[in-house]
């Protein structure tokens, strides 16, 4: 499987291997410039190039953290893919305006969310801004006001959505082109292979990506746990068969397996793990396999 992939017809190629920044600051680990230019620059030359961004991360806060790191290295600019994400306002001393946690997908306020984020992440261009949750309250000809205005002035080169359902994207993508939605998918969480989520992206040959492709870290913490041990016990059978790699390189590879072309959003800070996770790609996993892992999920086999 290749490193980088052509998310939609007319949309960019990204790469297959998205690096999550949620955690990298305040949210997290909470690292300084030097780590974040380092983290960087390895998981470039490892080939992970696209790098997965909100507004809201670290209190609003991580976008500058990653754009002190383009300051210090602009030349890294050209060299990566950047999403970030709008629309939910968080109740936070860096917002003392927000009274409570709401969603907003107002033409204005999607428009100062990308001016913000432009300039918060220290760069003239956003590769891709999606609408971070859906809301009651979204119109899709305000929505599709926006993007186009910031596409005209070069601002958002591409645009999509996160969380919505198939009926939520239907409606905005009949104003809008839109690259992607950027849903939770793990073995853990199967809804989207399930609930038309997926099969919508197929049907629009666009790829959708995952967030929490290892389950937010359960897959692995949470010991004991009937379906986990479960989970990891079909993993182990696989790891048996391809060789000397972790269960985590499993769980992506059965990911990587569905033809809706899915990339994983990984949520970690550690350039080991981004590293294991470029070495999934050549994870060749059968199709009794994938069901295996699939009857160890549900916990019970097909019909
Ligand atoms: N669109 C949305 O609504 C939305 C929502 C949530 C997240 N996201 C995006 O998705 C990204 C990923 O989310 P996530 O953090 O839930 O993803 P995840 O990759 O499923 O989980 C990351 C956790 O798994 C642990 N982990 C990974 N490999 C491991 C291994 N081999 N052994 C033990 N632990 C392991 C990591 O630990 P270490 O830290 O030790 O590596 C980390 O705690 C975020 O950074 C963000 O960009 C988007």
Redesign the pocket.
Known sequence: MKKRIKIAANGPTLSRIIF????WGEWGWKLRTRAITQLIEESIEAGVTTF?HADIYGHYTTESDFGKALKVRPDLRKKMEIIT?CGINLVTPNRPQHKIKSYSTSKEHIIKSAENSLKALNTDYIDMLLI??PSPLMHPDEIAEAFTQLRAQGKVKYFGV??FSVSQFEMLQSRITLMTN?V?G?ILHLPPFFDGTFDQCIKKRISPMV???????NL??VSGEIRTERIKKAANVIRERVGDI???QIYLAWLLKHPAKILP??????ID?VKDAISALKIEMTDEEWFTLLEASTGKEVA
């Open positions: 999550g920044t949620m955690k997965d994400k971070h949750r996160s969380n950027q939770e793990s967030w929490s492709p290892l389950g937010g870290g692995f913490t972790g269960l985590d959003v990984l949520g970690t800070a550690r793990r």
